[in-house]
């Protein structure tokens, strides 16, 4: 919570401020019962004292209403300031959090954590600056009025707030964990609202949109159940502070009467007792509202700040090392790398040595971790044991400004972002040119995509390329990627999409760049990796071969399997050359 706090600085003078104004407001509120009886005890009820007090008291009700909205607005500058400054830091944080991280945390939890957590901070900080202290206040300074005016009859009010505020901590005490668990049921909503969203597609496909509503209203009445629960606990404040009040007011009233029939107590100073019972009545059902509100930002703040406490796992120098030219773009060295909470590892002991400007292929079955070494290498992980090498130099050694320079990426899964053609491309390269941009798209086969849409580069993409095909939003992907120019350029299964005859023109344009890229094609076609100079073929996460595919059909029983299952007209060819060599 301490984290939390230091978002508050930059607002400190608002903070102080807007407690300070609902103090000044609280003031006016209790002096207002002392005028009150004053008017009443008057001997003359139609004396100039009489309109004297009470255009005090409409003075006191426009001081009282100057001193509310300066609150409300410092309280509002202070909350709005501090959920940004909040909402941008974990943004921040968010960002800086590896691959394995991000798994660990899960995104559901983490953009709900962004949003309605955020907002329930802001909400119970507003209501915090300006409720927290006036409402105690309010309830101690009332009781010390009741003293200044009768001993006996204040001892009603030194017996019931201590009650009452007993009452209402326990409540506070139980319900804040509660909070947090209905916390983490939205986070399971969002999960299943989400995924819903995204593969909208498929669950039409398979018909699965009764299971799927079935699925969400589950998790909804289990949010529903959690919500309810908590809400009981919280709504027994309310009556719980009632019934104490009541109480009190009823031995209030009798002890005041007993007092007037003696006459050691004006009919005013009863009308004023009783006044400040109704203040704490009244505050403590703001303060009752206001604990509710607290205890659910002080759960959400818990979660805010443990997101905060999450420090990146991967560390970046300033500058790299200076080392002699190595002609080896990558290395891996004996690389093993192990999921958060896999039961084995996804690559065991690699080890392979790609020269600058080779073309790279890997291949494999489906979860033989062609994209975990793939993703080794811009370090969206860490290895586990081993080092991978990039020029020479551990990737852990290298600046994160130098690795985003040198590597360029296509994922397994396209992602594109709500704008322009042109404003997606250029997140390769901010200052690249139009000539540049168009190179790039030849060179991806979608130079034709861009020319037929109505805007060319300024044709608008919605949210995730929605408006585009998949092979399309691959073919810009990979576009972008280009645009960047990179030393190292990894393409992940990123040709999938394609009929085989864009997929082979890519292919060829991509030749070009030998002697200036160093180019890793993963895919599980034999005909997208086979002109590699080097192919490296995996099996459950160890490295069954590598070599050219001559080589790779002489002397691996893997990568011939693929290449039986995939090419069978050319397996008496294979056969042919494995009698040759033997």
Same mark, same amino acid.
């Given at each position: 919570?301490?984290?939390?706090?230091?978002?508050?600085? $930059?607002?400190?003078?608002?903070?102080?401020?807007?407690?300070?104004?609902?103090?000044?407001?609280?003031? &006016?509120?209790?002096?207002?019962?002392?005028?009150?009886?004053?008017?009443?005890?008057?001997?003359?009820?139609?004396?100039?004292?009489?309109?004297?007090?009470?255009?005090?008291?409409?003075?006191?009700?426009?001081?009282?209403?100057?001193?509310?909205?300066?609150? @409300?607005?410092?309280?509002?500058?202070?909350?709005?300031?501090?959920?940004?400054?909040?909402?941008?830091? !974990?943004?921040?944080?968010?960002?800086? &959090?590896?691959?394995?991280?991000?798994?660990?945390?899960?995104?559901?939890?983490?953009?709900?954590?962004?949003?309605?957590?955020?907002?329930?901070?802001?909400?119970?900080?507003?209501?915090?600056?300006?409720?927290?202290?006036?409402?105690?206040?309010?309830?101690?300074?009332?009781?010390?009025?009741?003293?200044?005016?009768?001993?006996?009859?204040?001892?009603?009010?030194?017996?019931?707030?201590?009650?009452? &505020?007993?009452?209402?901590?326990?409540?506070?005490?139980?319900?804040?964990?509660?909070?947090?668990?209905?916390?983490?049921? !939205?986070?399971?909503?969002?999960?299943?609202?989400?995924?819903?969203?995204?593969?909208?597609?498929?669950?039409?496909? &398979?018909?699965? *949109?009764?299971?799927?509503?079935?699925?969400?209203?589950?998790?909804?009445?289990?949010?529903?159940?959690?919500?309810?629960?908590?809400?009981?606990?919280?709504? !027994?404040?309310?009556?719980?502070?009632?019934?104490?009040?009541?109480?009190?007011?009823?031995?209030? =009233?009798?002890?005041?009467?007993?007092?007037?029939?003696?006459?050691? +107590?004006?009919?005013?100073?009863?009308?004023?007792?009783?006044?400040?019972?109704?203040? =704490?009545?009244? *505050?403590?059902?703001?303060?009752?509202?206001?604990?509710?509100?607290?205890?659910?930002?002080?759960?959400?703040?818990?979660?805010?700040?443990?997101?905060?406490?999450?420090? $990146?796992?991967?560390?970046?120098?300033?500058?790299?090392? *200076?080392?002699?030219?190595?002609?080896?773009?990558?290395?891996?060295?004996?690389?093993?790398?192990?999921?958060?909470?896999?039961?084995?590892?996804?690559?065991?002991?690699?080890?392979?040595?790609?020269?600058?400007?080779?073309?790279?292929?890997?291949?494999?079955?489906?979860?033989?971790?062609?994209?975990?070494?793939?993703?080794?290498?811009?370090?969206?992980?860490?290895?586990?044991?081993?080092?991978?090498? +990039?020029?020479?130099?551990?990737? %852990?050694?290298?600046?994160?400004?130098?690795?985003?320079?040198?590597?360029?990426?296509?994922?397994?899964?396209?992602?594109?972002? @709500?704008?322009?053609?042109?404003?997606?491309?250029?997140?390769?390269?901010?200052?690249?040119?139009?000539?540049?941009?168009?190179?790039?798209?030849? +060179?991806?086969?979608?130079?034709?995509?861009?020319?037929?849409?109505?805007?060319?580069?300024?044709?608008?993409?919605?949210?995730?390329?929605?408006?585009?095909?998949?092979?399309?939003?691959?073919?810009?992907?990979?576009? %972008?990627?280009?645009?960047?120019?990179?030393?190292?350029?990894? +393409?992940?299964?990123?040709?999938?999409?394609?009929?085989?005859?864009?997929?082979?023109?890519?292919?060829?344009?991509?030749?070009?760049?030998?002697?200036?890229?160093?180019?890793?094609?993963?895919?599980?076609?034999?005909?997208?990796?086979? @002109?590699?100079?080097?192919?490296?073929?995996?099996?459950?996460?160890?490295?069954?071969?590598?070599?050219?595919?001559?080589?790779?059909?002489?002397?691996?029983?893997?990568?011939?399997?693929?290449?039986?299952? @995939? !090419?069978?007209?050319?397996?008496?060819?294979?056969?042919?050359?494995?009698?040759?060599?033997?």
């Amino acid at each position: 919570m301490k984290q939390l706090s230091a978002f508050l600085r $930059p607002y400190r003078r608002e903070s102080v401020l807007a407690p300070l104004f609902k103090l000044l407001e609280a003031v &006016f509120d209790l002096l207002v019962p002392v005028v009150v009886a004053r008017m009443i005890d008057a001997p003359e009820p139609g004396s100039r004292a009489v309109y004297g007090d009470f255009a005090l008291l409409l003075l006191m009700a426009a001081v009282g209403l100057g001193c509310s909205v300066l609150a @409300q607005l410092y309280a509002a500058r202070a909350s709005t300031g501090f959920s940004a400054s909040l909402r941008q830091a !974990l943004f921040d944080r968010v960002q800086g &959090f590896s691959f394995s991280q991000l798994d660990a945390l899960g995104s559901d939890t983490l953009i709900t954590r962004l949003t309605d957590d955020v907002n329930q901070v802001q909400n119970g900080l507003n209501l915090g600056l300006r409720l927290l202290m006036r409402s105690p206040f309010i309830v101690l300074g009332a009781m010390v009025m009741a003293f200044t005016i009768s001993v006996r009859c204040a001892l009603v009010f030194a017996v019931a707030i201590p009650v009452l &505020f007993a009452a209402v901590f326990f409540i506070m005490q139980v319900s804040i964990p509660l909070f947090g668990r209905a916390q983490a049921g !939205l986070d399971r909503v969002t999960a299943a609202t989400r995924e819903n969203l995204t593969g909208v597609r498929v669950i039409r496909a &398979f018909c699965r *949109e009764a299971q799927s509503v079935a699925e969400f209203e589950e998790r909804s009445r289990e949010l529903t159940r959690l919500n309810l629960f908590v809400g009981r606990v919280s709504a !027994l404040l309310n009556p719980l502070t009632y019934v104490l009040i009541n109480i009190a007011a009823v031995v209030l =009233i009798r002890q005041a009467a007993v007092q007037v029939e003696l006459g050691a +107590l004006p009919q005013g100073q009863v009308v004023a007792l009783y006044n400040y019972m109704l203040q =704490i009545t009244v *505050e403590l059902v703001k303060l009752a509202s206001l604990i509710i509100t607290l205890n659910k930002s002080l759960a959400c703040a818990r979660r805010t700040a443990a997101v905060l406490a999450v420090e $990146p796992e991967q560390e970046y120098p300033a500058a790299a090392p *200076e080392t002699p030219e190595s002609a080896d773009a990558v290395v891996f060295r004996d690389v093993s790398f192990t999921y958060p909470g896999a039961g084995a590892p996804s690559l065991s002991h690699i080890s392979f040595c790609a020269k600058r400007g080779q073309t790279v292929g890997i291949i494999g079955g489906t979860g033989s971790g062609k994209s975990t070494l793939a993703d080794l290498i811009p370090r969206f992980y860490d290895a586990g044991e081993g080092s991978v090498l +990039l020029d020479g130099v551990d990737v %852990r050694q290298l600046p994160r400004e130098t690795l985003c320079r040198k590597v360029g990426v296509t994922p397994q899964r396209a992602a594109l972002f @709500q704008g322009t053609i042109r404003e997606n491309l250029l997140w390769g390269r901010e200052d690249a040119t139009e000539e540049e941009l168009w190179q790039a798209l030849s +060179l991806a086969q979608a130079r034709e995509l861009v020319e037929d849409k109505p805007d060319g580069l300024d044709y608008r993409l919605e949210q995730n390329g929605r408006n585009l095909s998949g092979g399309q939003k691959q073919r810009l992907t990979i576009a %972008r990627a280009l645009v960047k120019k990179p030393e190292i350029l990894i +393409l992940d299964d990123s040709s999938s999409a394609l009929d085989f005859a864009t997929d082979a023109a890519l292919r060829r344009a991509l030749q070009t760049l030998r002697g200036s890229t160093t180019v890793f094609l993963v895919s599980q076609r034999i005909a997208c990796v086979r @002109q590699a100079e080097l192919i490296l073929v995996l099996d459950n996460g160890t490295l069954a071969g590598a070599g050219t595919h001559e080589q790779l059909l002489r002397s691996c029983g893997v990568y011939r399997e693929i290449c039986d299952s @995939q !090419l069978p007209e050319k397996q008496a060819e294979r056969e042919a050359l494995c009698r040759e060599e033997g």
